[in-house]
């Protein structure tokens, strides 16, 4: 062998090793399986860790900043089952370290009750989820001087979390002097939060989220898109019509991948497999049952009621306009979120996924919202796309009569207005921008004893 | 002009066998680890196939650079054409991955399995040339007079 030869050989030797290092380290690893798919969609990755928090720091945060978040992550409105340590929504998978990720369950899985009592609402708005707060803590902690490598190996210790040595290096010697950095970019694509009203609770605002990523400068302007988590069960009755509150898409797989790509998965490494096993189980998943009595012969007077009045024609599967749109001018309905979905944000949406088999073309514009079937819709309070209506019973009032501001982000349900009760949550102030409470001024006229019975029709729903 | 003994040399392709052979094994393993996603777990008997092909250089065997080369490239191309993975990242290292082991490929040596799909190989090879060339030579040049029904010039 000529010394020529050695020395390429020893540089193949060196490149191949070297590549092999660089996927281990920014190549997903095989996600953790669950035999059951309800299973899967509580806790399993959709590919969304990518960079997510590192695992080993973000378990240890809220004995760090117990004085901030002294209920842990459920300060935020995450529900943990007994026996789990993860809550619901939050999925674990190694992108060179063990990362943290969101998945389907984050956004669409609520609870009723409290305490024991609880319900677990799987499909259903989370509701009781702030998430914004949520990102607001993980990059205000990352800069609090408290959060340092000392302090996750001493929490670590005391919760029983054991570190090995190898873990400890990387933490201390890769992952923390990253964080920084990562924070960083985070702190800086979260910038336009601050010129909005805050979400709250249940909300979020995917629009400039995507606008953030396009560099469409949202920082520079005051455009809301800020809507209400909505439910994802029984997607088969709706696989025909169009998603979105503006239903701007008329394809399922487009929807979910934007979902996923909005929840932090990356284009180049998304994991269409997951997210397809979770919307084939999401496809038959049966909206909940009331969790009170009902009347039924009041249900029977309500769906007289609820035929009669009109609302079946938009939002029963018979009435022929489930999945379509009805315009602003006749909703009247707060119009911020169907004018930030321009047709430039359209050709935006053209290019996402180009190069891949599964490229959006099916977004456009809309002339207002769409109509939603009604199944379970006792879980889906507040009302309306923006949350702006605390329960049902306020839906079918003037909106002049509506509450202007009401508390929202608690699981006890409110068996006479249909909604939520809340004595303790966020404030809702429908005066702020892009969260109006107008429009949608159906049945409003009806009498007290004929809302009372379509109020109960909507429950059996 | 050598510079290293053979000695040296042969334990050089063992340390690489043992260091790219426990990749494709691992890579085999974590692959089989994708429970109901059949287009990854494709590739966890096809990694296992190149850590064989590994094992057969380490064996000094020529064929063993072949399958290991093939296999390569079968999943340098479901990465990108299937699983959608970005290309560059799969081009490189399966290129670089076979070529490391080329310095070595005239140190090992034929099999007669190796020599009967070299030779099956050959002959579908000469098949397909000869199938061309027949085409080719069947193929009939246009007359500059050919019975034209409409010349440019207006000609009948």
Same mark, same amino acid.
């Given at each position: ?36 798919? *309800? ?255 009902? *009347? ?166 | ?54 094992? %057969? ?25 299937? %699983? ?73």
């Amino acid at each position: 062998m000529t010394r020529l030869a050695l020395v390429i050989t020893l540089i193949l030797l060196g490149t191949a090793l070297t590549l092999e290092f660089k996927r281990l380290t920014m190549k997903p690893w095989p996600p953790e399986y669950f035999a059951s798919p *309800d299973m899967h969609f509580k806790y399993g990755s959709i590919g969304a860790e990518v960079n997510g928090y590192p695992y080993l720091i973000w378990r240890e945060l809220p004995t760090i900043f117990a004085d901030r978040i002294p209920k842990g992550f459920a300060e935020f409105g995450f529900i943990t089952e007994p026996g789990h340590d993860l809550p619901i929504g939050i999925s674990v998978r190694r992108y060179g370290v063990k990362r943290v990720g969101f998945n389907c369950a984050t956004c669409h899985t609520s609870a009723v009750g409290s305490g024991n009592s609880a319900q677990i609402l799987l499909g259903a708005p989370a509701q009781q989820l702030d998430l914004q707060a949520y990102m607001r803590f993980l990059v205000d902690a990352s800069s609090d001087p408290r959060l340092t490598h000392t302090a996750v190996f001493e929490s670590a210790k005391r919760n029983e979390h054991p570190i090995g040595f190898f873990d400890r290096l990387v933490i201390r010697y890769v992952v923390f002097p990253k964080l920084v950095a990562q924070i960083e970019r985070t702190k800086t694509s979260m910038a336009w939060m601050g010129n909005r009203p805050p979400h709250g609770p249940g909300r979020t605002d995917a629009g400039n989220f995507w606008r953030e990523r396009w560099g469409l400068n949202p920082q520079a302007d005051n455009v809301i898109g800020t809507v209400d988590f909505p439910s994802v069960w029984n997607q088969r009755s709706r696989i025909h019509g169009s998603f979105h509150w503006d239903g701007n898409n008329s394809s399922l797989d487009e929807r979910n991948i934007s979902a996923a790509l909005a929840g932090g998965a990356a284009e180049w490494l998304l994991d269409r497999n997951s997210i397809g096993r979770v919307s084939n189980w999401l496809l038959d998943l049966r909206s909940p049952t009331f969790p009170g009595p009902i *009347d039924s012969q009041l249900v029977s007077k309500g769906k007289v009621i609820f035929n009669r009045v009109g609302c079946a024609s938009c939002h029963d599967v018979s009435g022929g306009r489930i999945g379509k749109v009805t315009c602003i001018e006749e909703l009247k309905t707060d119009p911020a979120r169907h004018d930030l979905f321009t047709e430039e944000i359209v050709e935006k949406f053209e290019q996402v996924g180009s190069g891949y088999s599964w490229h959006f073309h099916h977004y456009r514009t809309t002339e207002g919202y769409v109509n939603m079937p009604l199944d379970g819709i006792w879980a889906r309070g507040p009302y309306l796309h923006n949350g702006s209506v605390p329960s049902l019973l306020a839906l079918l009032s003037r909106p002049g009569e509506r509450p202007k501001r009401f508390l929202r982000g608690c699981t006890n349900i409110d068996a006479t207005a249909v909604g939520f009760q809340c004595d303790n949550g966020f404030e809702f102030d429908t005066a702020l921008k892009g969260n109006g409470n107008s429009g949608h001024d159906y049945g409003t006229a009806l009498p007290a004893s004929e809302k009372a019975a379509l109020l109960e029709y909507l429950k059996s729903l | 002009m050598n510079i290293v003994s053979r000695t040296f040399k042969a334990r050089l392709l063992n340390v690489i066998c043992a260091l790219i052979g426990t990749m494709m094994l691992y890579r085999s393993v974590t692959d089989s680890s994708y429970p109901g996603y059949i287009q990854r777990e494709f590739l966890a008997p096809v990694f296992l196939g190149g850590a064989i092909g590994i094992f %057969l250089m380490y064996r000094r065997y020529r064929l063993g650079f072949w399958i290991f080369t093939t296999l390569n490239f079968l999943v340098g191309y479901w990465f990108i054409f299937v %699983l959608e993975d970005v290309w560059y990242h799969h081009v490189l290292p399966h290129i670089v991955f076979s070529a490391v082991f080329l310095p070595f490929y005239l140190d090992m040596r034929r099999t007669r399995v190796g020599n009967r799909i070299r030779e099956f190989l050959l002959r579908i090879g000469r098949k397909l040339w000869s199938l061309l060339s027949a085409n080719a030579g069947s193929a009939h040049p246009i007359e500059p007079n050919s019975d034209v029904a409409n010349h440019a010039d207006g000609r009948a």
